[in-house]
């Protein structure tokens, strides 16, 4: 804070300011884009996860045996 309040005040030209909002604009499209392509992968595991889960449900109900972890050849 003290140094916003301490440094000069500087006056910037429209075509400045301009070139500023556009050039944060471009950075908040390139972060949306980069937040839905996450998105994206996030969902894509959330599937995977689930169609993991439903192998591993439909192994333990076909096996129930197997389930105390030893295995009966030893």
Do not use: F, Y
């Not at 993991?52 to 295995?71: E, F, M, N, T, Y």
């Amino acid at each position: 804070m003290e140094e916003s309040q301490n440094s000069e005040k500087v006056q910037l030209s429209t075509e400045q300011v301009v070139e500023i909002a556009n050039s944060l604009q471009q950075q908040v499209n390139q972060m949306d884009l980069m937040i839905k392509d996450l998105g994206a992968k996030v969902a894509q595991k959330e599937v995977e996860n689930s169609q993991l889960k439903a192998i591993v449900k439909s192994i333990r109900g076909a096996k129930p045996q197997a389930d105390d972890g030893k295995h009966e050849e030893e």
